[in-house]
């Protein structure tokens, strides 16, 4: 198949395109640069079956052309959005325009590449901050930062376009996700902050806050399973995408971090209960549709934590 992926150069865009290229397809990729990097993609720019056009998406339609014009494709993989959930908080455009905009560029370039299936990057992001199990049927949806009320948004243009000129669209629901290329995340911070100095590491919020986490090859393998799985059901497909625990805590991470980095630096809690406003310190996943499916991840969250904690120190040369 011939598929477009945008935010290709980022985190997860760059494994996905990975994988794709591996499995035979024909894949061109976008991407600003903004945050992700043509390093992600040194393998797949070796690939002859890869392109990479950079530009920019969340434009007028008609500066879209020039990715128009590499396809047709059967499929979009839309993972270009803004990553920095606490810079939407502080600048509402930023989310606007990376992660509802881009979208609407996603869905103009199905239409005019004759694209009918269109994959989502969505995010927990959307249920906002409860107590509940979050299942694909939780509502109302209440999105506390910027990012999630764009995701939301997202969903919504997506899910209208699958009336009229896509046959079918997956709406994924991805947890945290972490693993090497990141560009950011909990992790990436860590790396970075103990670089710049290996004797202290400064954490965002008392470090209580618990998430899920899910390993980027997994996600992958789940984002495959699921479209492969339903893809003769044409109309609407929602799954939430995550580990089967309820998470590890962000202390528990620098722990990790200090001890595979060599162990020396201090753990500096900079206090509160989350990272920054628009953070949802706590959430418990049910990814029971998916299990119903046939897919369950191998990683527990804490084994997904150490997997990257691995890969990223030795990726950014850190011990
Ligand atoms: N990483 C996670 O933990 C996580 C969790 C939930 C959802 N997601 C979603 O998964 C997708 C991929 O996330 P990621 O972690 O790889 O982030 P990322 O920032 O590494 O990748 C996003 C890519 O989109 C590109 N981009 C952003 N705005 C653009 C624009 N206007 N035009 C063109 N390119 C643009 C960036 O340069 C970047 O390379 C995103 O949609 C994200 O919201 C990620």
């Known amino acids: 198949m011939r598929m477009l992926v945008t935010g290709a150069a980022g985190f997860i865009g760059s494994h996905l395109v990975n994988t794709l290229l591996f499995q035979g397809n024909l894949v061109v990729g976008t991407d600003n640069l ?14 002859d079956n890869f392109s990479f056009a950079e530009a920019e998406l969340g434009v007028p339609e008609d500066e879209l052309k020039a990715i128009a014009a590499q396809g047709p494709f059967d499929m979009v993989w839309h993972m270009a959005a803004n990553s920095d959930i606490a810079a939407g908080v502080e600048d509402e455009r930023i989310d ?8 609407r560029s996603a869905l103009a370039l199905c239409r005019e590449t004759g694209a009918r299936r269109l994959v989502l990057a969505s995010t927990s ?6 107590d509940d199990v979050l299942s694909e049927t939780t509502g109302p949806l209440l999105p506390i930062s910027n990012y999630g009320a ?3 948004a997202a969903e919504a243009a997506v899910s209208a376009a699958a009336e009229t000129f896509l ?3 997956w709406i994924m629901r991805f947890p945290n996700v972490v693993g090497a290329h990141a560009t950011h995340g909990v992790i990436y911070d860590f790396c970075h ?3 710049d100095d290996p004797e202290t590491l400064s954490v965002l919020g008392n470090g209580s806050q618990q998430k899920p986490y899910l390993h980027v090859g997994e996600l992958v393998e789940a984002l495959l399973f699921i479209v492969e799985r339903t893809a003769d059901e044409h109309g609407r497909h929602l799954y939430n995408i995550g580990p089967e625990d309820s998470g590890v805590t962000v202390a528990e991470i620098a722990s990790a971090m200090v001890e595979r980095a060599g162990g020396g630096a201090r753990i500096v809690y900079q206090g509160g209960d989350r990272g920054w406003i628009g953070d949802v310190p706590r959430f418990s996943y049910s990814t029971r549709k998916l299990r119903d499916l046939g897919w369950r991840p191998q990683l527990s969250s804490r084994e997904a934590i150490l997997r990257a904690v691995d890969e990223c120190c030795r990726e950014w040369g850190l011990n």
Not at 38 to 47: G, I, T, V
Not at 96 to 103: A, E, K
């Open 150 to 152: 764009m995701k939301l």
């Open 34 to 47: 903004g945050r992700g990097r043509l390093a992600n993609l040194s393998a797949a720019l070796a690939n």
């Open 167 to 169: 046959d079918t669209v």
């Open 193 to 195: 902050k103990l670089l």
């Open 96 to 103: 606007f325009r990376d992660t509802f905009q881009t979208t």
């Open 125 to 130: 992001a959307v249920y906002g901050e409860r």
